[in-house]
């Protein structure tokens, strides 16, 4: 099947689908109190991006993510290297890791809440702190899929321990390295929109929580579109790098 075949398919299921949530709501089938019918909430987006208080939200919103990305995703990196780059420190911290990856995060964030207040701070540290195990957990295994082979021929030729991090690890941890920003920015909109969900005054979860309160579902459902349009964006984006960069893996 070709590439432009799946793309048709994946149009008409898409199509399908948002047919059928317009013509079953407004037909009767399912009660349009619980969901509007398509066209309804598409209005609704339309008619709450005009709003300043939206714009407002939204740039909060980002503000947030991209912060506790740049904070989560260097500092995972870092650490996730040290620890498969040693195999003393590897052996202490990597079950350790583990157990903290295991627990749901969510559980944190009456705790950050109570130490940094309901501010900007506390959503971009919980989203960071999020964000940082799935980080560290790939980082490690990008370095581990490193051929041995290829570190040993570059010592061989005298390359100093700077060259190859630069001529050997990237390129060969750049396809996972990539695939860890789409999934760490899974976890780090999903810690920035918790946050905001659960105590924030700003923010596009702040707005959708209290639309959801209010029974306000064709302005919820329209956060929700979204909320899922910028993320599609986004790992659409990264996966178009990652493509490109596959052929590293050899």
Known sequence: MTRI?????????????????EVLPRNGYINPLLLPPFGDVLATLVQI?????????????????IVAFIIAVPLGAAIGVALAES????????????YVFSVPKSIFLPMFI??????????VAYAAFSTLFIVIMSATAAVESVKADHV?????????????????YVP???PILLETLRISMIFNFT??????????????????????ENFQLPQLFAG??????????FNETVRLLERRCSTWRT
């Open 5 to 21: 075949q799946l793309i048709l398919i994946r149009l008409l299921l898409l199509a399908l689908f948002l047919g059928a949530w």
């Open 49 to 65: 991006l005009g709003r300043p208080q939206v714009h407002e939200a939204i740039l909060v919103t980002s503000s947030e993510v």
């Open 87 to 98: 195999e003393y420190v590897g052996q202490i911290f990597k079950p350790l890791m583990f």
């Open 114 to 123: 109570l130490i940094m207040g309901i501010g900007f701070q506390q959503k």
């Open 152 to 168: 040993l021929v570059a010592r061989s030729y005298g390359a100093t321990r700077t060259q190859i991090l630069a001529r050997v």
């Open 172 to 174: 060969s941890m750049m």
């Open 191 to 212: 810690g920035v929109m918790i946050a905001e969900m659960y105590a924030s005054r700003t923010g596009i979860g702040h707005l959708i929580a209290n639309w959801g």
């Open 224 to 233: 929700v579109i979204l909320l899922a349009t910028v993320a599609i964006a």
